[in-house]
């Protein structure tokens, strides 16, 4: 996991979501092997949550990189917060 990619709140969820995933993938070669394909699908199922937790977590990610450097474009320009904030 490339821990730039997210924010630091959610990296602790990420994690998670990366642990998740790995021990999905071990049991889906467990019930693969064993015949078990119906179980396998369930658990290949549940990755996919996982990936779009992750996914999610890295859009927000994003989205906040976007806000930052218009921030920080709106600092340069000599433009205060409270302005930008004024003017909704």
Sequence with gaps: MRKENFRPQDKTNVQK???CINDLQLE???HIE???YAAAELC???MIVSMK???KYRKSKKAHDKMVGV????????IKADLIT???
Aim: glycine share 8%.
């Design 28 to 30: 889906i070669r467990s």
């Design 71 to 78: 921030a920080k474009m709106f600092t340069e320009r000599g």
């Design 44 to 46: 290949m199922e549940d």
């Design 34 to 36: 064993r015949g078990n």
């Design 17 to 19: 979501e990366h642990d």
């Design 86 to 88: 004024a003017a909704r």
């Design 53 to 55: 937790e992750i996914r």
